[in-house]
């Protein structure tokens, strides 16, 4: 079946640090991929999305690109701010409406200035 | 637009009662889900509902019921609250003519059972 797979956290970095957090999938068939992030205390927000290989999501500073190759979607950030601190997770769509996303178990980022 | 709106935020309940989590969304969607979040885990499917009045299981659906009797609503159920269902509990939304399944999340709604 479908899965996705994370790094695991806590992620901790000072500000301005680059950040790299590391998402690989399994799935059959060309699903889409998403990261969403969330703040203490809130619901998921989208952050970015990729529908096919070879596309860069990109969203606020951070960027991850779909690699059919490596069955990867990393996120990456040239620098964070203290503002970037949550959770972030890395889902996949096997785009049927309908169809629960499948998450990651999340990765904690915290930075500290 | 307010999005996918839930109620309450935060719940305390005692082994045996009930309660309903309410999710409204004001997008039009067609497609509702509900999920759960465990400590340190990614979120399960509970149940979702394609339309007003068709609703079908998720992958953890044990102990909860749902109804969707308009495009709006999507009221989730606990009859009898047990401390496993102690989580967190996200609404979504999505659009039925999306390609890509894309979903909208609310605030959450966190449950203790004691």
């Known amino acids: 079946g479908n899965s996705v797979t994370q790094m695991e956290g806590p992620v901790t970095l000072s500000e301005e640090a680059f950040l790299t957090i590391n998402c690989t999938y399994t799935?059959?068939?060309?699903?889409?991929l998403f990261w969403y992030v969330q703040y203490p205390g809130e619901g998921l927000q989208l952050l970015l999305k990729a529908t096919k290989a070879d596309d860069k999501g990109s969203n606020k500073g951070f960027e991850a690109t779909y690699r059919k190759e490596t069955t990867s979607f990393h996120l990456e950030k040239g620098s964070v701010q203290v503002s970037d601190s949550a959770v972030y997770f890395c889902?996949?769509?096997?785009?049927?409406?309908?169809?629960?996303?499948?998450f990651g178990k999340g990765t904690t980022l915290s930075v500290s200035s | 637009n307010a999005g996918v709106t839930q109620t309450p935020k935060f719940r305390i309940l005692k082994i045996g009662q009930s309660m309903t989590l309410q999710c409204t969304q004001d997008m039009n969607h067609n497609y509702m889900y509900w999920y759960r979040q465990d400590p340190g885990m990614g979120l399960k499917l509970i149940y979702y509902?394609?339309?007003?009045?068709?609703?079908d299981k998720g992958e953890v659906p044990n102990g909860y019921n749902v109804s969707r009797s308009t495009t709006e609503d999507f009221p989730l159920r606990l009859e009898l609250a047990a401390p496993s269902q102690t989580s967190v509990y996200f609404c979504?939304?999505?659009?039925?003519?999306?390609?890509?399944?894309?979903?909208?999340f609310g605030p959450g709604t966190r449950l203790t059972v004691l």
């Open positions: 979504a939304s999505s659009y039925s003519r999306s390609s890509y399944n894309e979903q909208f």
């Open positions: 799935a059959t068939g060309y699903p889409s």
């Open positions: 889902a996949l769509s096997d785009n049927q409406a309908g169809t629960a996303l499948i």
């Open positions: 509902s394609v339309g007003a009045g068709i609703t």
